[in-house]
């Protein structure tokens, strides 16, 4: 059996996306679609004392229709990085595993410069999932040129992988044609995006911001709160 999930990379995403990531042989990130403005793609939620806030990243607007994710350029005119980091520092320094994972942010927005928003998020993203103790395999769909569109190249990619299993996000049943891959031989599930509440350091308790909340608020715990919980595990500190 191999699993596999494909999905356009985010910044900084969520714990659901490393949920999924978790839960498959190999991750495939679906760079060479086109890229969408206002979107996940360079954007992502922090908690404040405020309320929940967006940080985006500048990125280029193209006149190119069709412009791919991976050809997606970063506006360096703007000191974005510096603007990110002090927006965790501000927000999370007094949450309790800040600054054991602080080098994280030393490590993404001081220690290089970045030209294209594909690569930031597909760094950032393994970065973290080692972190987390996350072995999958991670693919880029670039280097697999493949063609067709929605779940025509889904099943395409996943032939190409020897996927027997495909895991999708549930957004994803408003195009998904399941006969297609009954007919591929590939077994089609749903990922269930249900977790248990961490304790934040601001409120209310709001789940869909970045990965960051969660190392920040739980450190060590944080696979507790996106998968372990399911298994029966126990929180480290419990122990």
């Known amino acids: 059996m191999k699993k596999i999930a494909i999905l356009q990379s985010n910044y900084l995403p969520w714990k659901g996306v490393f949920d999924m990531i978790h839960q498959v042989d190999t991750f495939v990130f679906l760079e060479d679609v086109k890229y969408t403005e206002h979107d996940w793609r360079n954007r992502n939620k922090i908690q404040t004392k405020d309320g929940v806030k967006w940080i985006t990243v500048p990125v280029n607007h193209s006149k190119k229709i069709d412009l791919k994710i991976y050809e997606a350029e970063i506006n360096d005119k703007i000191n974005w990085q510096r603007k990110h980091y002090n927006a965790f520092q501000l927000n999370y320094i007094k949450a309790p595993y800040f600054k054991e994972y602080k080098w994280i942010l030393e490590d993404l927005y001081k220690n290089k410069k970045w030209e294209h928003i594909s690569n930031f998020n597909i760094y950032a993203i ?114």
């Open 126 to 239: 393994k970065l973290i999932a080692k972190e987390l103790g996350i072995e999958t395999e991670f693919i880029n769909s670039v280097d697999l040129n493949i063609n067709g569109i929605k779940d025509d190249r889904i099943i395409e990619i996943c032939k190409k992988l020897n996927a027997t299993h495909y895991l999708s996000g549930p957004a994803a049943k408003d195009y998904i044609v399941p006969e297609k891959f009954e007919r591929a031989n590939i077994k089609l599930e749903y990922i269930n995006y249900e977790y248990p509440k961490y304790k934040q350091l601001h409120e209310p308790y709001n789940q869909f911001v970045t990965i960051l909340d969660l190392l920040f608020n739980c450190g060590h715990n944080s696979p507790y709160y996106i998968w372990g919980w399911r298994k029966g595990e126990l929180e480290y500190d419990t122990l």
